[in-house]
């Protein structure tokens, strides 16, 4: 028992020693900039980064030739010095670059960029490969010019394959050579550990404390400092920033409130403001997203083979009822598959089913489109008299009843919001007879029986960051698509839409093209492949009180612009 | 000991059956653990059986679909709300008298399937010896070895959300092994006793002997242990529920505080936070002073087991 | 003067139903290096009288009357800490052989060294472990085993080994309970010489507890026989076996006689319950059984009646 | 004797390592055949269904079920456990990292918990129906049954953030260990900063569940023989409380302690996941909804080895304490 005792008081001391150490002794003699993040990032290797939390640090980082600037609608040269020259076979381009270097003082040359390009080709990385497929090849001109050959026009080449972060060919050749002597070259490429990736932006990393923090400091080479690029000074003007891990929201908000960190880069959950607005440090910005929150039908099989159901079905969901509920007011409705917020490609003259009707109306109004497809039931939602009443037995216009239909949702923890909208959807499809029933599905599972299996009635899902080209129309209905995961879900075929959609890719008169994508959106909105739901808002959260310059755009504050710009409040 | 057995020998001996359920209930209520117990425990029924009443008076009670038309974010006690209103303006109180109703469901289901493997493998691997027994108890070990609420937790994220009954039966069949455990070893010691052996040399089936002469023997252990199980069912469910792997089609308490927890609603609505937490804690508190109180009667000798979740 | 007497005690516990008197009314005396032996059957209140000598009543138990005498000094209502300090030294127990009256985690030899470093702090560890080494050859056990632990010992040899501890500081007496219970017959027999050597050569008092009424005459020169809480007839061995005057103690010699003969029927009066011990009869308490029973039995408590100056009966019509 | 001993260790070894081959086929066959991979998670319109199948075939995702299995078995005698398929790192490596942080937090944890709850249950089981066996007892059963996860967070509400005395959650403050000037005894009192709320948590669960197991393992010990021989023989009711019933007493708690210890490798999910403590057990959660493998894989094998283990150690401690149990 003497060596538990011994260990007994050796606890008691130390529990004595935690309770007695106050946080206050803490004073802290430097000011950087503390951000929360929700989650670890999951890697540094730039190839890899697929998800949010590491692309939040490698942003940082690693610098495209071409990027949006807040409240333009062009793009502006970022790493490049002017716009791309395209000659006039329309296949050829030249890119001038800014004279730059990489962190650690050595030259940013063509050689960089074109040794990015090629590997991509080389490795076919996936999520890159296929908006540089199509690229020929890529000539070094000079140290500071590069010149791309096209296979054939594209009209996504400067706004697609532009914008992919480029690496220094110094950090990645022994790599890549390693790599491509292995049996599994792309693993090979992807588990390559980074612990100090060299890049061009405004801050290096120093260190990665796993499974607690990151600690960047400003890079004294970034080529934008004291530059005026898309109309604003660079910094950055803030010398460390300490990237936190919080694993919940509730417990960053605590820390916002806390004053522990100055910003926490995730969108939050509309239910925090009510609470965060009555701080006077803590400001919130909600911005405009360019996102798709959809339901989305299964074509290839009854009962949503048939288009009228899913008419019904776009009346029956009343998208203005999840917004003010389980958005709290904080996004608004779709009638498109393309954000209204992306003003030049969105049509705006699309009908929208069910518009301003309320509960009976929209019953009736599925009862009227069913019903004149053929639907009977044991027990109509509209009785004789034209009273609305609990629907019973639905009949297909073949005379079967209706099999039991599952709407697929994510799980409640991934996104409550879609788990919730898929209940009250289910509610009120069976407000017509149609024997709905939500299921939340790993989300995993659900896209793999989604995308993979093509094994399902419906589902909700939805896409965080549609890029602003709206190439992703023809991805998401383009018959070719509809495969083994392929992104055609529905399993849409309509050859009048391929046509167009295939004319899109290539059109690169922006008139000429943004006439085919309104026709998309039409056709789209007439088959309703995919219901699109709602938009949120991306709410954001930050401190007053230590630093200022948190420039909004699109997707919220959390971009680089506002990363060059911030500066300490005095 | 003696002089303690002396005392009771002299009561205890001739008692039947029904004198021995009267003395064990005295024992039980004299007990305050088991009083507190019983009582909390009648709170919770009684929350159950309300359960059914909000969503008759008005649709907007019900604590699934039913909102307030008036109230669109989550609001704190009122008249029409007693204890408030959720983020889509549902009725808090409905909702914590349906988790009531889930809670026991989940929690005497999964304990009673718990406790029919365990006692059915413990009686089966005890009786049987040998090959049987070796093989039922290896099982047993390696079920022991996984962390339940890990695996359960796994397993539903591995296969998509699972439905209530889903996870009771899994529930079920990652706990009967500490269960079986002691049936056997009571098993074992029954299995020699002359009443046994006399059963056998009449001729009585295996089946016979297992189920009319082992069984009520261990009954009262099965359901002691009964009680310890219904606590980690409703624990496992709710910690799962709240980690947003329980049946999101069910009102549980769990599911409660995950809404809470996931809307941002944590540390602004204690209205909505405090309620099913506490109910969570207390209904478990209470299963389990009845199964001390249980056990008091029973056996004072029975061990409990220390469980580790 | 007598080392050990009790005049008019009874002892009592505390239940849901009520008092429960276990102990009624009991006399009795033991001198300096005598022998008693108390026997009845189970629950009769025998080993309530050695627990309340040692001062070892459960917490719900406590004498309620009368007075219990150890050289002259009354032990009820005596302080703990002096009563401690009485035991062991004083009143040693030997406890039943079928309980595990020894530490299961301690070496036997620890065990003994304790008590007898607690009631002579004077006497140094090496000192003590000599003294077990010779308590043990004493009572012929292996000295060098006093460093096993118990469950390395044989029934025989922890009976043996809790002999060596109760004689470990010289005691006046020692509470002997039930101590062959549960050993096979040779152990038995081997045991009960053993205590009879030990008393003699030790010159130490034995206060002999038992069911088995042969057992007892093997030990004791007195007997007094229990029943229901009150002891029913005292008397030296001859007397109660040769002249048992009780019906009980005749039917406790029938049985003990019986047994040895083949087919033989159980006496009536072993048949049947004891009393209730919280509201007992207003009469006598073996009314019940008895074959000889009357209404005056039934009535009014029975009486002592002497038959000799050592030898007196509880009850009204002892037959000769 | 020490033959015995070695033949049951044997045995037993032999039998831990026939459980652990099942457990591992079973593990393998659950994340195959459990829908969902690593690549279906990555929504991306970027990513196509040529890219997605490179990506299947770079994690080795295409071959035969059989195929996979083999090489799975060959890896693991190899002592190879590959490579994360969501941090790109091998297993490991991010094992390693996170191991240390859960056996900080839970091993004091519990053993704070189980020195609190030997000594009050030892206390407590005195004073049997008295008051304070009561109120302790009930106080012990509210704790043990409190919900973890929502008693961590009123705990994280009222200390960390209303009262303020320690920090919210995580492990470490950025601001200290990124501070040069920071030595090591200001690291090592950040760190039992952190750790004191989720030691407060884990502490009251826990110790109410060995304090219930200590009191009525003494009840049980005092009724015992050798109390009354201890008794007997005079000596002080505090001898015998802590000499003789104790150490008896004890022994099923130690058996408690030791499986704790064990299954507290799962690093209790719900803690690290409601304190962000960068254990294991939140990692293996994260691994397993993210279709990581070979991650998920090793951290339960991890786990279900250590487990065994421990449950053949217990056995062997509780044969050495206990001198009455011999194999």
Not at chain 1, 514 to 522: G, S
Not at chain 2, 18 to 43: H, Q, S, T, V
Not at chain 3, 253 to 273: F, K, R, S, W
Not at chain 4, 184 to 207: E, R
Request: glycine share 8%.
């Amino acid at each position: 028992m003497t060596v538990l005792n011994r260990t007994r008081t050796a606890l008691l001391l130390f529990s004595a020693a935690v309770l007695v150490f106050s946080p206050v002794a803490w004073a802290e003699s430097r000011h950087p900039l503390r951000i929360g993040l929700g989650e670890e990032p999951r890697t540094l290797n730039v190839w890899m980064a697929s998800d949010a939390n590491s692309n939040n640090i490698l942003s940082q980082i690693y610098q495209p030739l071409y990027r949006y600037a807040p409240g333009e609608t062009e793009m502006v040269p970022w790493l490049a010095s002017g716009p791309p020259e395209m000659e006039a076979d329309r296949v050829t381009y030249q890119v001038r670059l800014r004279p730059s270097r990489w962190s650690d003082g050595s030259a940013f040359t063509a050689a960089d960029v074109a040794f990015t390009c090629r590997l991509i080709k080389e490795f076919k990385i996936p999520r890159h490969y296929s908006r540089w497929k199509f690229v020929d090849r890529i000539e070094v001109v000079d140290d500071r010019t590069v010149r791309f050959v096209l296979k054939e026009p594209m009209a996504i080449f400067l706004t697609r394959s532009l914008t992919i972060p480029i690496v220094s060919e110094k950090e990645w050749r022994e790599v890549a050579a390693y790599a491509r002597k292995q049996k599994k070259p792309l693993a090979t490429l992807f588990n390559h550990t980074v612990e100090h990736p060299l890049g061009t932006g405004p801050f290096v990393l120093e260190k990665w404390h796993k499974g607690a923090f990151l600690h960047m400091k400003k890079n004294d080479f970034f080529f934008g400092q004291g530059l005026w690029i898309g109309g604003r000074l660079l910094g950055p003007f803030v010398g460390e920033i300490l990237f936190k891990i919080y694993g919940t929201s509730d417990v960053a908000m605590l820390a916002l409130k806390k004053g522990a960190i100055d910003m926490y880069w995730q969108g939050i959950q509309p239910g925090y403001i009510e609470n965060l607005e009555q701080h006077p440090e803590i400001r919130i910005f909600s911005s405009e997203r360019s996102a798709l929150y959809y339901l989305g039908f299964n074509l290839r099989k009854p009962p949503f083979d048939d288009p009228a159901l899913r008419r019904a079905a776009a009346v029956l969901v009343d998208k203005s009822f999840i917004i003010k509920r389980i958005l709290q007011g904080y996004g608004s409705s779709m009638d498109s598959i393309i954000p209204a917020g992306n003003e030049f490609w969105y049509n705006p003259n699309l009908t929208e089913y069910g518009e301003s009707l309320n509960r009976e109306q929209r019953i009736r109004a599925a009862h009227r489109i069913l019903k004149e497809a053929g639907y009977r039931w044991t027990r109509p939602p509209v009785d004789d008299v034209g009273k609305v009443q609990p629907a019973e037995g639905l009949r297909l216009p073949d005379g079967s009843f209706m099999e039991p239909v599952t709407i697929l949702t994510p799980p409640a923890d991934y996104d409550p919001h879609r788990a919730i909208s898929g209940l009250l959807i289910q509610q009120w499809l069976r407000q017509a007879g149609i024997p709905a029933s939500a299921r939340p599905m790993a989300f995993g599972a659900l896209l793999q029986q989604v995308k993979t299996r093509h094994d399902f009635d419906a589902f909700i899902l939805g896409y965080g960051r549609l890029s602003l080209d709206p190439d992703y129309l023809r991805i998401f209905f383009h018959s070719e698509f509809d495969r083994e995961r392929g992104w055609n879900m529905s399993g849409y075929h309509n050859p009048e839409f391929d046509r167009i959609a295939e004319a899109s890719e290539k059109t690169m008169d922006l008139e000429a093209r943004r006439l085919l994508i309104y026709k998309m959106q039409e056709i789209i909105a007439r088959d309703v492949p995919y219901l699109p739901i709602y938009l949120p808002r991306e709410i954001e959260a930050v401190r007053t009180d230590r630093f200022a310059g948190w420039v909004q755009m699109l997707e919220g504050i959390g971009n680089i612009w506002s990363f060059c710009q911030l500066s300490p409040v005095n | 000991m003696k002089t303690g057995n002396e005392q009771r020998d002299a009561f205890a001996a001739p008692a039947g059956r029904r004198d021995w359920l009267a003395g064990g209930w005295a024992i039980f209520w004299e007990n305050p653990i088991g009083k507190i117990g019983l009582i909390l425990m009648a709170c919770f029924a009684l929350m159950a059986a309300a359960s059914f009443v909000p969503p008759l008076l008005d649709p907007m009670y019900h604590p699934m679909h039913g909102v307030d038309p008036e109230i669109s974010h989550a609001t704190g006690p009122s008249a029409a709300h007693w204890l408030g209103t959720d983020f889509i303006g549902r009725d808090i109180l409905s909702q914590l008298l349906a988790g009531a109703r889930i809670a026991f469901m989940v929690g005497l289901s999964a304990a009673f399937m718990s406790i029919f493997f365990g006692t059915l493998i413990g009686m089966i691997s005890g009786y049987a010896g040998r090959f049987a027994d070796t093989v039922l108890m290896r099982l047993a070990d390696m079920v022991m070895v996984m962390p339940t609420l890990l695996v359960v937790l796994i397993l539903s994220s591995l296969f998509g959300q699972l439905r209530i009954w889903t996870i009771v039966l899994l529930i079920a069949l990652f706990r009967w092994p500490g269960v079986s455990r002691v049936i056997r070893s009571q098993t074992l010691t029954l299995k020699h006793r002359p009443f046994i052996e006399a059963a056998r040399v009449a001729g009585a089936s295996h089946l016979r002997i297992i189920f009319r002469h082992i069984f009520p023997n261990v009954l009262p252990l099965a359901l002691l242990y009964m009680t310890f199980r219904v606590t980690s069912a409703i624990i496992i469910e709710a910690a799962l529920a709240f980690l947003g792997f329980g049946d999101p089609g069910t009102v549980s308490w769990g599911m409660m505080l995950q809404w809470v927890w996931k809307t941002g609603h944590m540390f602004q609505a204690p209205y909505w936070l405090l309620p099913p937490g506490i109910c969570i804690s207390l209904l478990t508190l209470s299963f389990y002073m009845l199964g001390r109180a249980m056990e008091e009667v029973l056996d004072p000798r029975l061990r409990k087991e220390g469980e580790s979740e | 003067m007598a080392l050990l007497e009790a005049e008019h005690l009874s002892i009592g516990y505390q239940t849901r139903k009520g008092l429960l008197r276990a102990v009624e009314d009991v006399s009795f005396s033991l001198e300096p290096g005598g022998s008693l032996g108390f026997v009845g059957e189970s629950g009769c209140g025998k080993t309530t009288i050695g627990m309340a000598l040692m001062g070892l009543l459960p917490t719900n138990g406590s004498i309620v009357g009368g007075e219990l005498r150890f050289k002259g000094q009354n032990l009820v209502g005596i302080s703990d800490e002096r009563l401690r300090k009485l035991r062991w030294k004083k009143i040693a127990m030997i406890f039943q052989a079928a309980m595990n009256a020894l530490n299961p985690i301690q070496r036997v030899g620890d065990q003994i060294v304790e008590a007898i470093r607690l009631h002579e702090p004077e006497v140094s560890a090496i000192q003590a472990a000599e003294r077990v080494r010779s308590l043990f050859s004493l009572v012929d056990l292996d000295p060098e085993r006093s460093r096993d632990y118990p469950h390395q010992f044989s029934g025989g040899m922890k009976q043996r080994a809790i002999i060596a501890m109760a004689l470990a500081c010289r005691p006046d007496v020692i509470i002997a309970d039930e101590p062959t219970t549960a050993l096979d017959v040779i152990v038995q027999a081997q045991i009960l010489a053993e205590i009879r050597r030990v008393q003699k050569e030790m010159d130490v008092a034995v206060l002999f507890i038992s069911h088995d009424i042969a057992v007892v005459a093997e030990v004791c020169r007195h007997i007094a026989v229990m029943y229901a809480g009150q002891i029913v007839e005292q008397g030296t061995r001859k007397e109660v076996f040769e002249t048992p005057a009780h019906p009980y103690t005749r039917a406790l010699l029938d049985a003990y006689l019986t047994i040895e003969e083949e087919d033989a029927t159980l006496p009536q009066a072993m048949n049947g319950e004891s009393p209730n011990l919280v509201a007992p009869p207003k009469g006598c308490r073996f009314y019940d059984r008895c074959p000889h029973a009357d209404g005056q039995c039934r009535q009014e408590p029975s009486a002592w009646v002497s038959l000799s100056p050592t030898h007196k009966v509880l009850c009204y019509g002892p037959r000769p | 004797m020490t033959m015995e001993i070695r033949r049951y260790i044997l045995g037993r070894l032999f039998q831990i390592m026939l459980i652990f081959f099942v457990i591992l086929t079973v593990l393998f066959l659950l994340f195959r055949l459990a829908p969902g991979d690593p690549v279906s998670r990555m929504v991306d319109p970027n990513l196509t269904p040529e890219d997605a199948q490179r990506l299947i075939e770079q994690l080795g995702l295409d071959l035969p079920m059989w195929q996979q299995y083999l090489i799975y078995l060959e890896n693991f005698l190899k002592g190879r456990f590959g490579i994360s398929f969501h941090y790109g790192q091998p297993v490991s490596e991010i094992i390693l990292n996170r191991l240390p942080n859960t056996i900080l937090l839970f091993t004091s944890s519990i053993l704070l918990a189980a020195f609190v709850g030997v000594f009050l249950g030892k206390i407590v089981s005195w004073k049997k129906g008295e008051r304070i066996d009561t109120w302790v007892t009930i106080g012990a059963l509210v704790c043990h049954t409190l919900f973890l996860p929502w008693l961590a967070l009123i705990i994280i509400w009222v200390f960390a953030y209303w009262i303020g005395w320690f920090p919210l959650t995580g492990m470490i403050s950025a601001e200290i260990w990124t501070d040069p000037s920071a030595g090591l005894l200001k690291k090592g009192l950040d760190i039992a900063h952190h750790m004191a709320l989720p030691l407060i948590t884990l502490f009251l669960i826990h110790f109410g569940s060995y304090l219930l197991v200590m009191r009525s393992s003494m009840l049980d010990t005092l009724r015992e023989d050798y109390i009354l021989t201890a008794r007997a023989k005079g000596l002080d009711e505090a001898t015998i409380r802590n000499r003789h019933a104790a150490p008896n007493a004890a022994l099923p708690v130690i058996t408690s302690v030791g499986l704790s210890l064990a299954f507290s490798i799962n690093g209790g999910a719900l803690t690290e996941t409601v304190f962000t403590w960068p254990g294991l057990g939140r990692e293996l959660v994260f691994a397993v909804s993210n279709n990581d493998y070979p991650l998920a894989q090793a951290s339960f094998l991890l786990i279900a080895a250590v487990v065994l283990t421990a449950n053949l150690v217990v056995d062997l401690l509780y044969a050495y304490l206990d001198p009455r149990i011999r194999y």
